[in-house]
């Protein structure tokens, strides 16, 4: 979760200023560069070939370049650049110019200025992180209409009337496949008892309380005879993140499953158990090394991945397909999907991370099937949530 989403994800996880906890939600986060290991500044994003390596499930377009750019939503974390990644090499496989740019936090009024500056010097498409959407509206619709409809908004869904093109998980879904994935790997049944811990480390965020909600929904249902605590404010800062875990653990001694929400979550509910001595499993969204290394060690039960490559990839290729066509991206909500990694196959995640060439050999299959017929993975925009 990033972002879940951030990740948004969530969503994965976000971090999230204080200012404003009470709009965002969650989603993916992206950085500012034509490389997918820059980091960003506060406005910028050259145009340039990606310099990532492409997808090889179709040859490259050899027709006219075309300018294209994204818009993430933060730079800085290891699932936004994830996403730069997959845009990249969509950006390398169909003879793009990509421009990406992010604010160095979460910033939407640089991140709208950014977006401003890549219309104004010439992109004929763009792909928006609208966190939170609300903030957006006026932009997408801007950018609407200098495009000639070339605009996907991406990681959360964009308010009715503006773009018509949405990339990015079910906030609910994502709850729902994490409680049910860590239930599972865990061994836990209908007869489990205890307490089950929940965290949102943004209570006002909508999005992660969709997410929380999913969570806790398919936790009533596979765990009837559990206790869930009222799900707690995990703190957005890792630091405060880690203590606040340290504390709710502490407090519920009889806790035998913790749910995280944000990305941040992961690392702090292994601290947690450590320094507690607990026996809890753990549900985690976040791919980091100490988070690999305890599903490996049996630490942690199950971890929900999002595919922030594929949703990076998608929105690129859609782009440069509509202006290269001088068409407009297709309609809908398109689900990138998730990647539930247990003890099972935390050895092939581990590979995957390891290098760019592991990246793409493991997303090459899924965007493969995800582009064989695209047109059937639209559903209906407004039921994105």
């Given at each position: 979760m990033s972002l879940h989403h951030c990740l948004l994800r969530a969503r994965t996880g976000v971090l999230l200023a204080v200012c404003l906890a009470t709009v965002v939600g969650l989603a993916a986060c992206g950085s500012n560069?034509?490389?997918?290991?820059a980091a960003s500044s506060s406005n910028s994003g050259g145009s340039a070939s990606s310099g990532t390596a492409g997808s090889s499930t179709r040859s490259a377009d050899t027709g006219a370049p075309v300018n294209v750019a994204i818009e993430l939503v933060q730079s800085g974390l290891a699932f936004t650049q994830e996403t730069q990644a997959g845009a990249e090499a969509a950006a390398q496989q169909f003879n793009a110019h990509?421009?990406?740019?992010?604010?160095?936090?979460?910033?939407?009024?640089?991140?709208?200025?950014?977006?401003?500056?890549?219309?104004?010097?010439?992109?004929?498409?763009?792909?928006?992180?609208?966190?939170?959407?609300?903030?957006?509206?006026?932009?997408?619709?801007?950018?609407?209409?200098?495009?000639?409809?070339?605009?996907?908004?991406?990681?959360?869904?964009?308010?009715?009337?503006?773009?018509?093109?949405?990339?990015?998980?079910?906030?609910?879904?994502?709850?729902?496949?994490?409680?049910?994935?860590?239930?599972?790997?865990?061994?836990?049944?209908?007869?489990?008892?205890g307490q089950v811990i929940i965290s949102n480390c943004a209570p006002g965020a909508s999005l992660l309380a969709v997410t929380v909600k999913g969570e806790v929904d398919t936790v009533k249902q596979l765990l009837p005879k559990a206790t869930i605590e009222p799900p707690f404010d995990s703190q957005a800062t890792p630091s405060a993140n880690v203590t606040a875990w340290q504390q709710e653990i502490s407090a519920h001694p009889s806790t035998v499953l913790a749910l995280g929400t944000c990305d941040q979550d992961?690392?702090?509910?292994?601290?947690?158990?450590?320094?507690?001595?607990?026996?809890?499993?753990?549900?985690?969204?976040?791919?980091?090394?100490?988070?690999?290394?305890?599903?490996?060690?049996?630490?942690?039960?199950?971890?929900?991945?999002?595919?922030?490559?594929?949703?990076?990839?998608?929105?690129?290729?859609?782009?440069?397909?509509?202006?290269?066509?001088?068409?407009?991206?297709?309609?809908?909500?398109?689900?990138?999907?998730?990647?539930?990694?247990?003890?099972?196959?935390?050895?092939?995640?581990?590979k995957?991370?390891?290098?760019?060439?592991?990246?793409?050999?493991f997303y090459n299959p899924l965007i493969a099937s995800f582009w064989s017929n695209i047109a059937a993975k639209a559903q209906p925009l407004s039921g994105a949530v």
């Amino acid at each position: 979760m990033s972002l879940h989403h951030c990740l948004l994800r969530a969503r994965t996880g976000v971090l999230l200023a204080v200012c404003l906890a009470t709009v965002v939600g969650l989603a993916a986060c992206g950085s500012n560069s034509t490389s997918s290991k820059a980091a960003s500044s506060s406005n910028s994003g050259g145009s340039a070939s990606s310099g990532t390596a492409g997808s090889s499930t179709r040859s490259a377009d050899t027709g006219a370049p075309v300018n294209v750019a994204i818009e993430l939503v933060q730079s800085g974390l290891a699932f936004t650049q994830e996403t730069q990644a997959g845009a990249e090499a969509a950006a390398q496989q169909f003879n793009a110019h990509l421009s990406v740019s992010a604010p160095t936090q979460l910033d939407p009024t640089t991140a709208i200025s950014q977006v401003s500056s890549a219309l104004s010097q010439g992109a004929k498409g763009i792909a928006i992180a609208d966190i939170p959407s609300s903030s957006w509206t006026r932009e997408l619709s801007t950018a609407m209409s200098q495009t000639n409809g070339d605009v996907v908004a991406f990681n959360a869904p964009p308010v009715a009337g503006t773009a018509k093109t949405y990339v990015g998980n079910s906030d609910v879904a994502l709850g729902q496949k994490l409680a049910a994935a860590a239930i599972k790997a865990a061994h836990l049944g209908p007869n489990t008892t205890g307490q089950v811990i929940i965290s949102n480390c943004a209570p006002g965020a909508s999005l992660l309380a969709v997410t929380v909600k999913g969570e806790v929904d398919t936790v009533k249902q596979l765990l009837p005879k559990a206790t869930i605590e009222p799900p707690f404010d995990s703190q957005a800062t890792p630091s405060a993140n880690v203590t606040a875990w340290q504390q709710e653990i502490s407090a519920h001694p009889s806790t035998v499953l913790a749910l995280g929400t944000c990305d941040q979550d992961g690392d702090s509910m292994i601290k947690a158990k450590q320094s507690t001595g607990g026996k809890f499993a753990i549900g985690a969204t976040d791919l980091d090394p100490l988070v690999l290394q305890g599903i490996a060690d049996g630490t942690v039960a199950a971890d929900l991945a999002q595919n922030w490559y594929l949703e990076g990839y998608t929105a690129v290729r859609m782009l440069i397909d509509a202006a290269r066509n001088h068409t407009t991206p297709p309609a809908g909500w398109f689900q990138p999907g998730t990647t539930v990694v247990t003890k099972a196959n935390v050895a092939t995640l581990e590979k995957r991370d390891a290098s760019a060439s592991g990246l793409t050999g493991f997303y090459n299959p899924l965007i493969a099937s995800f582009w064989s017929n695209i047109a059937a993975k639209a559903q209906p925009l407004s039921g994105a949530v």
